[in-house]
Nanobody, 124 residues
Framework: QVQLVESGGGLVQAGGSLRLSCAAS????????MGWFRQAPGKEREFVAA????????YYADSVKGRFTISRDNAKNTVYLQMNSLKPEDTAVYYCAADQGGLRLGVPSDYDYWGQGTQVTVSS
């Protein structure tokens, strides 16, 4: 059974940093495209970042480019999202997801598995 468990969310002031973790079981993160998405109240779920399977090429939404970094630790079977220079508009529930196909990394419906989410709140 596949499980993706996010952790590391919390309350931080604007300009601060957080690192989110996504621990996977039942699948190997290196064999899946792994993505981070977020959803703020009243808004649709939006793409944040992704890393392709195997070669590990990374992609970012324009809104987080230069501030967030996605990485993958194959030995720990865990994916991370380092978030720096946080802004109040980054406030959302952040979700980790896994996509076996990896064709459209920014499309939530293409992902096969999802975590339960972790809340990130950035105060001004």
């Amino acid at each position: 059974q596949v499980q993706l468990v996010e952790s590391g969310g919390g309350l931080v002031q604007a300009g601060g940093s957080l690192r989110l973790s996504c621990a996977a079981s039942g699948l190997t993160v290196r064999s899946y495209a792994m993505g981070w998405f977020r959803q703020a109240p009243g808004k649709e779920r939006e793409f944040v970042a992704a890393v392709r399977r195997s070669v590990g090429i990374t992609y970012y939404a324009d809104s987080v480019k230069g501030r967030f970094t996605i990485s993958r630790d194959n030995a720990k079977n865990t994916v991370y999202l380092q978030m720096n220079s946080l802004k109040p508009e980054d406030t959302a529930v952040y979700y980790c997801a896994a996509d076996q196909g990896g064709l459209r990394l920014g499309v939530p419906s293409d992902y096969d598995y999802w975590g339960q989410g972790t809340q990130v709140t950035v105060s001004s």
